[in-house]
């Protein structure tokens, strides 16, 4: 049976051609390309058809145009919502190099969404954004993050499960960051301060662990400018984190 390949899609050409549904679902803009999950209705069909003749360079280049769309705001197991284009947007270098790093890292969950955002759930590993979310609790981000991503004080002593802890939330928050980037809502991108502390906090967390000093402090100040409002006394305890 002659299939199409592409993007991670898989499509026998003959079921395209007799179905009005292929099963797919948007991994959205973070993990850029689309990923097979989910059954929409006839669009998704023609679009098999027109590329069914296409190699697979000319199958991606017109894939991205034909594939970037976003849940829809209501029932997330509906597919009678129209689907809606993800606005274009131009993220600035150092945060696209993050969303290219984080393919193959991040996993979408659209039955469970985050507080504020209405995103699908981001999954890195056994940990959900949806677990950590500091737009799910009143608490000051560098509190939260203090209390939440502790590890020893002798951070070259770090058991490997913590480690992995902190690096899986470390992804999910990136994620996040790069979500929040790339929305036009106001309510969303007011999120985002909060969330580049918690990241700043875990990126600290990772080069303490690795014992990269340069890194610890470069990171100790990007914590200690985007918390400037935070109780002295969290101020004062990354500071003194060796």
């Not at 696209?96 to 504020?116: C, E, F, H, Y």
């Not at 004062?236 to 060796?242: A, D, F």
């Amino acid at each position: 049976m002659e299939e199409m390949t592409g993007l991670g899609i898989t499509v026998p050409i003959e079921r395209a051609i007799s179905f009005p549904y292929i099963v797919l679902l948007a991994a959205e803009s973070v993990i850029g390309f689309m990923t097979v999950r989910k059954v929409v209705k006839s669009q998704a069909a023609l679009f098999m058809l027109k590329l069914q003749d296409c190699d697979d360079e000319e199958f991606e280049e017109n894939a991205v145009s034909y594939l970037k769309y976003i849940p829809p705001t209501g029932d997330p197991q509906s597919t009678t919502t129209a689907w809606a284009p993800i606005p274009k947007v131009k993220l600035p270098a150092d945060v696209q190099k993050v969303k290219d790093s984080l393919v193959g890292k991040i996993t979408r969950d659209p039955t469970k969404r985050l507080a504020v955002t209405n995103f699908p759930d981001f999954i890195s590993g056994p940990i959900r954004f949806s677990q950590i979310d500091i737009n799910s609790t009143p608490q000051n981000p560098l509190t939260f993050a203090l209390k939440q991503f502790q590890i020893p004080a002798k951070a070259s002593t770090t058991s490997q499960q913590l480690r992995d802890k902190i690096q899986n939330s470390l992804n999910v928050y990136l994620a996040d960051e790069v979500a929040v980037r790339e929305s036009s809502d106001k309510k969303v991108t007011a999120t985002l301060q909060k969330v580049k502390v918690v990241k700043f906090f875990l990126q600290f967390q990772v080069a303490r662990i690795a014992g990269d000093k340069a890194e610890i402090e470069h990171q100790r100040g990007k914590v200690l400018k985007n918390a400037a409002g935070a109780p002295s006394a969290d101020l004062n305890t990354v500071k003194s984190l060796q």
